[in-house]
């Protein structure tokens, strides 16, 4: 079963716009953690958010927001202000529980943000 | 952040040679650390995850005799691709385990087999 679903392929947004890009998950284990990253052409990931299954509060890091709908099992990502800049590929994912395996991140299949002057 | 050096970022290799990537953690000991993999325009795929010191633990479906992982030092993960093939061709992307909050990527290693 997917644990982390990116329904969106591909996402158009007008520069200073904000946009939201969509994840929902799955999982059993009470501990979790939620990332988004930004991969540009050039391949790097670049962390941009995390949000911890405990956290009452929704993460903000400057323009990135994460509404974080713990019951919908949902965890999406608000950019507000796009910039031409942000145009790139954007990772949810998730890191569970503890062990030998705590620590490996399960992506989702991706979306592609494009910023339109 | 901490900082994770990858190398090399592209390589261009002939069928049937073998390819050594290394990920090295610049500032910080890392007892474990992941191997990625990822096709264009698709998701990263868990390859193995790497223990310092013992052998690695390979996800259902990848080869551990194709795919050499060795994580010999606390600051270094080396990933061989051996007798490479056209269909190995792919982005490989290394990541140390940081704090629970954090995950420390390589700059990744764009590798195309001819």
């Known amino acids: 079963a997917q644990k982390i679903t990116q329904t969106q392929p591909g996402m158009f947004v007008q520069e200073k716009e904000a946009v939201t890009l969509d994840c929902t998950y799955d999982t059993s284990d009470p501990s979790y953690g939620l990332f988004w990253y930004k991969q540009p052409s050039s391949g790097e990931m670049i962390f941009l958010i995390y949000?911890?299954?405990?956290?009452?509060q929704n993460a903000t890091e400057g323009r990135y927001s994460l509404n974080f709908q713990k019951a919908r099992k949902s965890a999406n990502l608000v950019i507000s202000a796009s910039q031409l800049g942000d145009s790139a590929m954007y990772f949810c994912?998730?890191?569970?529980?503890?062990?030998?395996?705590?620590?490996?991140?399960?992506f989702g299949q991706g979306t592609i943000l494009t910023v339109h002057p | 952040g901490a900082v994770v050096s990858q190398h090399p970022s592209r390589v261009i290799c002939k069928s049937g040679t073998s390819v050594k990537i290394e990920c090295r953690s610049l500032?910080?000991?890392?007892?474990?650390m992941f191997w990625y993999r990822q096709f264009p325009k698709q998701s990263l795929m868990l390859m193995a995850t790497?223990?310092?010191?013992?052998?690695?633990?390979?996800e259902q479906g990848v080869e551990k005799d194709k795919f050499l992982i060795n994580h010999a030092s606390l600051t270094l993960s080396t990933l061989t691709v051996t007798s490479a093939h056209p269909e190995d061709s792919s982005f490989y992307i290394c990541s140390f385990k940081g704090d629970p909050t954090e995950a420390f990527f390589g700059q990744g290693t764009r590798l195309t087999v001819v």
């Open positions: 500032d910080f000991q890392a007892t474990t």
């Open positions: 790497s223990n310092e010191g013992s052998k690695a633990t390979y």
């Open positions: 994912a998730m890191r569970e529980g503890r062990g030998t395996s705590y620590g490996k991140l399960t």
């Open positions: 949000q911890g299954s405990y956290d009452e």
